[in-house]
């Protein structure tokens, strides 16, 4: 089998409770720095942390799952405002015991069969989203991918019987 390096990035839609995080954020801040000048240079001290904190909690909020497949390993990773890096999960290829369709009718009942859920996705499952069945010695993983064409081509050169099409 010839070594494959796959990788492909999604980047998360903004949804609704993310807008509201946001506009909490800014009232909050704004609030806090109001009540600090009442305590003139410590208060001046507490207003630019929280200007730093709301910056950081606002780049939090940009995300993308970057998918990666790599000498029969697959990584994947959020990436927060294309600066930080944060590793979700790592398994082998033999570890998947299914990639489908989430919406596959045929394969409902496999994909009923998991321990812990994972969504990786660009924020809302579609007809694009895939379910990956990963099992390892500890527990069974459902996980919500958005595959391109290349990465599901890459899974069915490593584990043919286990990737289906649309």
């Not at 109001?34 to 001046?44: C, D, E, F, N």
């Not at 200007?51 to 799952?65: C, G, I, K, S």
């Not at 660009?122 to 595959?147: C, H, N, P, S």
């Amino acid at each position: 089998m010839e070594q494959v390096f796959v990788e492909q990035i999604v980047k998360r839609e903004q949804t609704a409770k993310d807008v509201i995080i946001k506009i909490v954020i800014v009232l909050m801040t704004m609030l806090l720095m109001t009540a600090s000048i009442v305590l003139g240079i410590v208060g001046m001290i507490i207003s630019v942390l929280l200007l730093w904190l709301a910056h950081r909690l606002f780049t939090n909020l940009n995300v993308e799952y970057e998918y990666a497949l790599a000498v029969g390993e697959v990584d994947i990773d959020k990436i927060m405002n294309k600066t930080r890096r944060k590793k979700l999960i790592n398994f082998g290829v033999k570890d998947i015991k299914l990639v489908a369709p989430a919406f596959s009718k045929l394969h409902e009942k496999n994909l009923n069969d998991y321990n812990r859920l994972y969504n990786f996705t660009k924020g809302r499952l579609t007809e694009e989203t895939y379910a990956m069945l990963v099992t390892t010695d500890k527990e069974k993983y459902k996980i919500y991918v958005d595959l391109n064409e290349e990465f599901i081509k890459a899974l069915k050169n490593h584990i043919p019987k286990q990737v289906m099409d649309k």
